[in-house]
């Protein structure tokens, strides 16, 4: 099972960047799979997730501005970040789940700063 996420960068608040995730090693499609951030000295927290159905949930402090999507067909994960601000720096992870089973990536640096 991997995992690999992309995207990640340096960019101004305001900006807008879009994550990546590829997986493989499993059924992509009937996972549901999401996406955690992590700054350094703080727990992970939960961004977004979207089920095997396509039903989505965010965070309430990226509600608006974060939008995330899956394509099955090509085994990806994307996280659409508009308008983003210096609180939304971190290292981004995919991680997937399905009954129990959980497979996490190792993460890509997002950092917002003028």
């Known amino acids: 099972v991997q995992l690999v996420e992309s995207g990640g960068g340096l960019v101004q608040p305001g900006e807008s960047l879009r994550l990546s995730c590829v997986a493989s090693?499993?059924?992509?499609?009937?996972?549901?799979m999401g996406w955690n951030r992590q700054v350094p000295g703080k727990e992970r927290e939960l961004v977004a997730t979207?089920?095997?159905?396509?039903?989505?949930y965010y965070k309430d402090s990226v509600k608006g501005r974060f939008t995330i999507s899956r394509d099955n067909a090509e085994n990806t994960l994307y996280l659409q970040m508009i308008s983003v601000k210096p609180e939304d720096t971190a290292v981004y992870y995919c991680?997937?789940?399905?009954?129990?089973?959980?497979?996490w990536g190792r993460g890509t640096q997002v950092t917002v700063s003028s």
């Open positions: 991680y997937a789940g399905r009954l129990g089973r959980n497979y």
């Open positions: 090693g499993f059924t992509f499609s009937n996972y549901a």
């Open positions: 979207i089920s095997s159905g396509g039903s989505t």
